[in-house]
């Protein structure tokens, strides 16, 4: 049985202002997409330039904070929501989604890609193998905070987390950042170091982000103000996770019949 370190969540203090370690690991994951997004740029096939990066990834931030935030609170806290409508714009309060950032995210990258001529799978292609490092940043964050952890289990590495009672749980962080975070990021990464029919990287990154996550909802506990949706164990991480998985095998499964982009070749 291990312990969790109890990290003070506040990474710095300068008089009233505190940075908090969460919003570090957001930093970190845009600072790691800018840089390997240029890197991704310069390849031939790239829809888009080096120069270009820093209005995509701009537009790609504003799509996550606020999509993250507008899903937390309609998807798990839409009675609080309700009740007190400005708890919409405390953000400082915690509440993110990931799967009301990606809707942000590609309103965002859609927007962007008609200003510069560019289609919004082109763009979502290119980007999607970066997206995983923040991912696993965001996750690292949550286990920092000692949050979102796993339900109870024997298991050796099972962790007592100081919020989570005197049980032993499933580091459901950890495992998080090693499915989403690291594996999504080589599976995205090799597969993408070649050119690729237009769609097939989205595809693969909505079919496995949500089969990672559907999975590891099951050693998750559920939302306390939401409980299980039905049958004794179906989540909403799961039901929101349900439509990526057939969107991204059903949007693979087309775009490996269309041909490869603009001047690439095998």
Do not use: C
């Not at 890197?39 to 701009?58: E, G, H, M, N, Y």
């Not at 032993?168 to 170091?193: K, N, T």
């Not at 559907?214 to 559920?222: D, H, I, S, T």
Request: a positive charge; hydrophobic letters at 50%.
């Amino acid at each position: 049985m291990l312990t969790h370190p109890q990290i003070d969540p506040v990474a710095l203090s300068l008089g009233p202002l505190q940075i908090h370690w969460y919003g570090i690991m957001y930093l970190l994951g845009f600072a790691a997409f800018w840089w390997l997004a240029r890197l991704r740029a310069r390849k031939p096939w790239s829809p888009i330039r080096p120069q270009q990066v820093d209005d995509l990834l701009f537009y790609g931030a504003m799509g996550v904070i606020i999509g993250g935030r507008l899903g937390s609170m309609l998807f798990y806290n839409f009675d609080r929501l309700l009740a007190d409508p400005l708890s919409l714009f405390r953000v400082w309060e915690g509440g993110m989604s990931f799967h009301g950032g990606m809707l942000g995210v590609i309103v965002a990258v859609w927007l962007y890609g008609r200003r510069q001529g560019v289609s919004l799978l082109q763009l979502t292609d290119f980007g999607a193998p970066m997206v995983p490092i923040g991912l696993g940043a965001g996750r690292i964050g949550n286990f920092i905070n000692g949050e979102l952890w796993g339900k109870p289990t024997d298991l050796p590495w099972g962790m007592v987390f100081r919020s989570g009672g005197p049980l032993p749980r499933h580091p459901s962080q950890l495992y998080e950042f090693l499915l989403e975070g690291v594996l999504l990021f080589i599976i995205l990464w090799l597969y993408s170091a070649r050119p690729r029919p237009v769609g097939t990287v989205s595809g693969l990154f909505l079919l496995f982000y949500g089969m990672f996550r559907f999975l590891v909802e099951f050693v998750r506990e559920p939302d306390a103000n939401i409980g299980y949706l039905a049958w004794g164990w179906l989540t909403m991480g799961q039901l929101l996770s349900l439509p990526m998985i057939l969107a991204g095998l059903a949007l693979y499964l087309w775009a490996r019949r269309r041909p490869l982009p603009e001047g690439a070749t095998q």
